[in-house]
């Protein structure tokens, strides 16, 4: 008896071009099946596309490399057949009896025939639906079976203009596609538009009954003490035979990663008539205050295993199914104070701070492992969603499952997009795509998808424009709100009791999430789908925090620069795409960036914008070569992006909702609005937005010169204090100052004090300010906060003389290894000596700290020795990350040098070990996670970096350390 369950088909596949392939889909499955990958057969990319497969051979360069994409011939030269191609597998299933066997594809891009043992299945049109073809009656005795596939491109490929251009000519928009395809201002064509078996293929094989597309629904009442959770599931009867069935529900809460407790266990009993399909609702579970799921940031993320089984009489188990669910309730308005897009969990109003997502690659090399780095990626950077743009994909289940776990919400649009879906030069299709029951058969099977996992939060219709009436209206049918889950403000007479609503919420196709148009409409951008989203350019940081910077409540996308460092560069491109931008200076004043045409393929946004934002780049002085581009590129990326955020959540509630940055990373080597490049190295805006989106956070407002405490969370902040401090390039703090004990409300920004020192007679014109808001009862820090400023209408040139300080550290490791898995704690100080002396020490320790305590500082460089005391408020502060002793296992490393000074702008990468001969070659080992990157230390002060990744078998990790003021030292961790 064959095993029952799913079987995934991900290995032993063939390829080959259908032009090259005399046999038929019958000949290819009973009497000429290819022996193996000899020509014009090849070892096939299953899961994947055809330029997946032709890579994978080397048939084609590497497209995301250099220029190597123009040396692909794209489908509008070549003709839909030369990118049509077989695949084809073998499989053993042998079946008993009253088995049944299903082959089932969950994406394929764009249509095809399947041939098994020489029987033909259909594989209708469009991308983004799922395919179940009953097998059973044609797989073979001996349980030896032959597949081939043969899969067609988009019927309307389209053909890329000269002058590029958002989705080519907009021909791609006629089909139920990904848009990004024919090209976008990030992204070049891909040349076979994805055409392939791009999702997994399995084999599942059932008994009698298959169930299929449980909807899982919580309730709540009670102010959240009172859950339900709502089931309802389709049981088809794939027999000729009346069925008596046992349908049964599990229910078990993770305790830990593998203790679980078992909340409810229940059965069913019903029949089922042959060959029909039942809509099977089953009474709600009660559960007692469940443990919720919260977004990141906001609390943990609780999941429960749900395990759904059907038994039938005289058969034994037929079909199970089972799913990780998280308990809450997302609501989403438009909120009365700012006209912005309001999200709502659990009843708690979420700050949105997050990204638009495009997909994990653009070749679809899509991977579980792959997903969860992304989307961890996300959560170390603290965002709370993403918005999947309507030009990519209707994402993975997996990729939903480590937003699950990780706690983004997100945004999914349909495959709408303005620029291929009724505007656009030349003008796109005004009506959509040309089949609108096949863009709402695979909306449908897509809400099906993915409706249970608890990280979806929004449905929207499409990008910057909303669907043909037709499918708009639809689309409302299909997800609108059950009663139970509309938004009711606190005079609503709601109803409070279950047994009054007559209708299942588990009963709606999905019924829990609101849907909104267009990602423009309805509280986002000015809320009409007027192009009220943006910019996308570099901005003056201090700008972000202005009045009219933006005028709406929820800014759906707005973007920014994003050079990756020199390592990558150089991995993605020849030499001659190693040359930095000519700098150009104009008759304004302004200088004009001039990339090298590599840059300029692969969308490079400059770090000027003549007549308003002068060179950012040039601000740190002129760079001399792609080094000192590059790391003078992540300086500025690092301020950019943290000045966004903070600019946005200084007017939390007040002016926005949230936004969300364009775009948080690039499906291949683009140069521009990322977070971390396709190799998966973060930037320093990463750090920046990690910074800047903390849940309690101490920030300096750029416009006003005011410090500011952020507290996002659904708890008072009180008992604390904010410590500010200016260092300049000597080392010397020449202002100080420690608040008044403060309280901060839940949900709230308070401005705490003006930052004077820029007013003050000796200001120094480029300075170093450090905040640091921690707890008065034992000064643990609960947020660290460092800029580097210069004064009105200077720059930071002076920072470029800064290199050359040599300023002592002290380095100590300790380091774990599992298999191939490292941890490690970095615990870095800054030996350099404070040179301040004063009189602060007794202030400091005689503090009463009462609640109306003014605010002390000073500006006097001779009055500050005392403060750096270890028995005053600001050593103890300075110490509170130090390692205590030296333990086992752990290394120290000493940095000579004689100055004193802040250790600026350290990063750790970590390396494969190598030989002096290989010193030009990429040795990154990527991904790594690191509990904080790109940070300063002023002097006498330690900070802890976490930092994890794997290695590839033989190989010996190193880890390095650079910075502006400190040229790298290799640490060998074995």
Request: negative net charge.
């Amino acid at each position: 008896m064959a095993t029952l369950g799913k079987m995934k088909l991900d290995s032993g596949w063939l390829a080959a071009r259908s032009t090259e392939v005399e046999a038929t889909g019958v000949q290819l499955t009973t009497t000429t099946p290819p022996s193996g990958p000899s020509s014009p057969w090849m070892e096939a990319a299953v899961p994947g596309t055809v330029l997946g497969t032709l890579l994978k051979n080397k048939l084609v360069p590497d497209p995301f490399y250099g220029l190597n994409n123009e040396a692909i011939l794209d489908i509008a030269d070549s003709g839909r057949e030369y990118y049509t191609f077989w695949f084809f597998t073998t499989f053993e299933t042998k079946l008993m009896e009253n088995q049944h066997a299903a082959l089932n594809f969950r994406g394929i891009n764009y249509s095809g025939k399947a041939y098994l043992n020489g029987h033909e299945r259909i594989l209708p049109k469009g991308m983004f639906r799922r395919h179940s073809l009953d097998i059973t009656d044609i797989l073979n005795p001996d349980g030896k079976n032959l597949l081939a596939v043969i899969i067609y491109p988009p019927d309307h490929p389209g053909a890329i203009p000269p002058q590029g251009g958002q989705g080519g000519d907009h021909e791609i928009g006629k089909d139920v596609a990904a848009q990004y395809v024919e090209g976008w201002d990030w992204m070049t064509p891909i040349r076979d538009r994805n055409t392939g078996i791009w999702d997994e293929v399995s084999i599942s094989i059932t008994g009698p009954i298959k169930l299929s597309d449980p909807h899982l629904v919580s309730s709540f009442f009670d102010n959240y003490k009172r859950a339900y959770l709502h089931t309802t599931v389709d049981l088809e009867n794939k027999s000729s035979a009346p069925a008596e069935c046992t349908l049964t529900i599990q229910v078990s809460a993770g305790l830990d990663e593998e203790i679980f407790l078992l909340e409810h266990h229940h059965s069913y009993e019903l029949s089922v008539t042959p060959g029909s399909l039942v809509h099977y609702t089953l009474p709600p579970l009660f559960f007692y205050k469940p443990n919720l799921w919260w977004p990141n940031g906001m609390g943990k993320q609780s999941l429960y295993n749900i395990e759904i089984s059907v038994d039938v009489k005289g058969f034994g188990e037929s079909d199970s199914w089972s799913h990780q669910f998280g308990f809450r309730k997302i609501e989403s308005t438009i909120d009365q104070a700012t006209g912005g897009r309001l999200f709502r969990v659990n009843g708690q109003r979420v700050f949105i701070r997050g990204g638009n997502w495009i997909l994990s690659d653009g070749l679809l090399r899509l991977s579980a492992k792959r997903y969860m780095t992304d989307i961890k990626f996300h959560a170390d950077m603290n965002f709370n969603m993403l918005r999947c743009w309507g030009g990519g994909l209707a994402e993975r289940p997996e990729f939903y499952h480590y937003c699950d776990i990780y706690g983004l919400l997100v945004w999914q649009e349909f495959w709408i997009t303005g620029d291929c879906d009724g505007r656009g030069i030349p003008v796109s299709n005004p009506n959509g795509p040309l089949d609108h029951n096949l863009f709402l058969l695979c909306a449908q099977d897509t809400i099906k998808l993915l409706r249970n996992h608890a990280s979806l939060a929004l449905w929207v219709g499409g990008n910057e424009q909303t669907p043909p009436k037709d499918i708009n209206s639809a689309l409302m049918n299909y997800l609108k709100l059950h009663p139970l889950f509309k938004f009711y403000d606190e005079n609503s007479n709601v109803c409070e009791d279950l047994s009054q609503e007559s209708t299942d919420p588990s009963q709606y196709l999905d019924g829990t999430r609101a849907y909104v148009q267009g990602s423009m409409w309805d509280g986002f951008a000015n809320g009409k789908g007027d192009f009220t989203d943006g910019p996308y350019e570099i901005q003056n940081p201090e700008d972000f925090f202005k009045d009219d910077f933006y005028q709406y409540g929820f800014n759906p996308e707005v973007g920014s620069v994003g050079m990756p460092v020199a390592a990558t560069i150089r991995a993605t491109m020849p030499p001659e795409g190693w040359q930095i931008p000519l700098f150009r200076k104009l008759s304004s004043g302004y200088i004009e960036e001039v990339p090298n045409p590599i840059w300029t393929y692969h969308k490079y946004i400059p770090y000027s914008k003549p007549g308003k934002v002068h060179d950012q780049i040039e601000s740190y002085g002129r760079p001399k070569n792609l080094d000192d581009f590059c790391e003078k590129a992540q300086l500025v990326n690092y301020v950019q992006y943290k000045a966004l955020l903070e600019g946005w959540t200084s007017r939390m509630w007040t002016k926005y909702t949230g936004v969300n940055i364009w775009k948080t990373q690039n499906p291949w080597t683009g140069l521009r609005g990322q977070f971390y490049d396709h190799l998966h190295d973060q930037t320093a805006g990463f750090y920046g937005c990690r910074s800047a989106s903390e849940p309690i956070h101490v920030q300096l407002n750029l416009a006003t010169n005011c410090i500011e405490v952020v507290n996002t969370t659904s708890d008072e902040l009180s008992g604390v204090s904010v410590e500010v401090s200016v260092w300049d390039l000597d080392g010397k703090c020449p202002y100080y100052n420690i608040t008044e004990k403060l309280s901060v409300p839940s949900k709230k920004v308070l401005q705490i004090v003006e930052l004077k020192y820029p007013k003050s007679k000796n200001a120094k014109p480029v300075y170093f300010l450090l905040l640091k808001l921690f707890r008065v009862s034992d000064t643990s820090i609960i947020s660290r906060n460092l800029y580097w400023l210069h004064l009105p209408d200077g720059n930071y040139n002076t920072l470029e003389h800064y290199r050359a300080k040599k300023v002592p550290l002290k380095i100590t490791s300790q380091i774990s290894a599992t298999g191939s898995t490292y941890k490690m704690q970095m615990n870095v100080l800054n030996m350099s000596k404070n040179l301040n002396s004063g009189i602060l020490r007794n202030l400091l320790d005689n503090k009463n700290w009462s609640d109306n305590q003014e605010s002390r500082s000073v500006d006097h460089v001779e009055e500050l020795e005392a403060a750096r005391t270890k028995n005053g408020v600001f050593g103890r502060i300075c110490s509170a990350l130090q390692f205590s002793k030296l333990e086992k296992g752990w290394r120290v490393f000493e940095v000579t040098g004689s100055e004193s000074g802040v250790a600026f702008f350290l990063h750790f990468s970590v390396h494969a070990a190598k030989k002096v001969e290989e010193e030009a070659d990429d040795t990154r080992i990527l991904p790594v996670h690191y509990s904080d990157n790109y940070f300063s230390l002023v002097p006498g002060e330690s900070m802890a970096i976490n930092i994890s990744f794997e290695v590839p078998q033989g190989v010996t990790p190193r880890v390095v350390l650079h910075g502006w003021n400190y040229h790298g030292r290799d640490f060998y961790v074995c």
